[in-house]
């Protein structure tokens, strides 16, 4: 933050030598910077855990319905296809209506869908029930990754890797419990079970998050955004606003570099996010049918990986603050892909299950660490790219799965996670050298010589490009 300078009272003399100001302390966050950021926690773990409990009920589900692996993919795409046509409104509907009550919508959304899917019987009606709980998904995780944000710039700390830890932590709850009431219970009196608990969550967080006062970093955002879509608008027909909005020629070509950059951050989370999601609805599966476990039992691999997942996110800002992003970025990726190798590959369920906490780990700062530099380099408009792209990564892992797994196997096709996770160690390798040349001299801010401007930056980015780069 910069530091506040103050006028010398009359008469006073300045000396003839200063000593420099030492860094001003750290602000306290507000009463109701902290109660947000409880609140969002909140709703990233009762994302989690509706979620998971879906995923752990998917064996028993495809059963249900008749599905083969190819058809299962097929209707799983009912979920990235309603996600994706979600997210690309969810960021406007922020902007307009603030992301504190599409979170509460979304949310209600998501608990009820997750009741539909084990009332269907055939692929087709599954399909069209995922587009629906893909729509819930898909506009919580945009809404309340943007609360997320606001909380983080208020706060001006790098705590975003404990809210996707908090989402982690859900779907570990969710898979534990689901694992165990799939003994006792159907899927489809499970998932009604879930559904309402979380209707009920729903609307008392909500209610608690909705009478919340605002923030004022949440306030400026929403202005920021809000003033460019207008400024794009109306440079619209003259062509490219940003060469309307700066008549010189330097500051264009670099922002557009620089979301040319975004985009390439984004393209690593994608390729990490593939894994996340696919191993959400096929690593029970893959226990379930390539190592004969019991419907309990093969819980157990999202539930360790979901272990790993919080493990890692917990420590994800003092690993930041040591390795640096992009250390953390190369060293998580090919962690994954290592893991991914031996729990596709291993004959023996332990190694499968290290395979998983192998993947766990390096996934697990990915998102996070991306979404934090997108919006650092763009403001809000980069945390909407970065998050748009990890999220279509995510819920296309699944069905590409499914379709590998008609072709060539399922341990095979899991290979694929490995293949991606290793592609984004390699990219952020030259994300970092293509930052190093378009913003040369800055520091990594994960690193200890940047950690403590890092979210300095970002709130920074979300004002000052309201006024230099309208577009």
């Keep these: 933050m910069p530091s506040r300078s103050h006028e010398p009272t009359a008469g006073a003399q300045r000396p003839a030598t200063t000593e420099p100001n030492p860094a001003p302390p750290p602000t306290p966050p507000s009463e109701a910077a902290r109660r947000m ?27 249900h319905v008749g599905a083969s692996p190819g058809a299962l993919g097929l209707a799983l795409l009912g979920v990235s296809g309603g996600a994706v046509v979600t997210m690309t409104v969810t960021g406007r509907f922020c902007t307009r209506f603030g992301s504190r009550p599409v979170a509460v919508a979304t949310s209600a959304l998501l608990a009820l869908s997750v009741i539909l899917p084990p009332l269907t019987t055939s692929v087709g009606a599954l399909g069209a029930v995922l587009l629906v709980l893909g729509a819930g998904y898909g506009g919580l995780n ?27 932590g859900g779907g570990l709850i969710g898979a534990v419990a689901g694992g165990v009431i799939a003994v006792y219970l159907s899927p489809a009196w499970h998932l009604t079970v879930v559904g309402v608990v979380g209707l009920a969550l729903t609307a008392v ?49 670099a922002s557009r570099r620089v979301r040319i950059l975004v985009i390439v951050f984004g393209t690593i989370v994608l390729c990490s996010s593939y894994g996340e999601g696919a191993m959400a609805d096929w690593a029970a599966l893959h226990l379930r049918t390539d190592l004969h476990t019991g419907v309990g039992l093969a819980a157990a691999g999202y539930a360790s990986f979901s272990i790993a997942m919080v493990v890692g996110r917990l420590s994800g800002s003092w690993l930041l603050a040591r390795l640096g992003r992009t250390t953390v970025l190369v060293l998580g990726g090919w962690l994954a892909a290592g893991g991914m190798v ?60 499914g379709f590998l797994a008609d072709l060539v196997g399922l341990p095979i096709a899991l290979l694929s996670i490995a293949a991606l996770a290793g592609s984004a160690a390699v990219i ?20 200890e010589a940047g950690a403590d401007s890092g979210a300095d930056c970002a709130a920074a980015a979300s004002r000052s490009d309201s006024v230099a780069d309208p577009a």
């Design 37 to 63: 950021r409880t609140l969002v926690a909140a709703f990233f773990m009762l994302d989690g855990f509706l979620f998971a409990n879906w995923v752990v009920r998917v064996p028993q589900i495809k059963a």
């Design 142 to 168: 945009v809404a309340i990754n943007s609360a997320a944000v606001d909380v983080v710039e208020e706060i001006e700390r790098p705590i975003m890797p404990m809210f996707h830890a908090a989402y982690s």
């Design 205 to 253: 967080l909500g209610t608690m998050m909705l009478r919340c006062p605002p923030l004022a970093s949440e306030q400026l955002n929403r202005r920021v955004s809000s003033r460019r879509a207008k400024q794009e608008v109306a440079s619209g027909a003259e062509g490219d606003g940003v060469a309307v909005a700066d008549s010189g020629s330097a500051r264009p070509r």
């Design 342 to 401: 031996l729990a596709a590959l291993a004959p023996v369920l332990p190694l499968v299950l290290v395979g998983f906490v192998l993947v766990g780990l390096g996934l697990a700062n990915q998102f996070p660490a991306v979404i934090g530099r997108a919006g650092a380099l763009n403001g809000p408009a980069g945390v909407a790219v970065a998050s748009t792209l990890g999220y279509s990564g995510m819920l296309a892992g699944p069905p590409v799965i």
């Design 428 to 447: 952020a390798v030259f994300a970092a050298r293509a930052e190093a040349s378009i913003l040369p001299g800055e520091p990594d801010p994960g690193t």
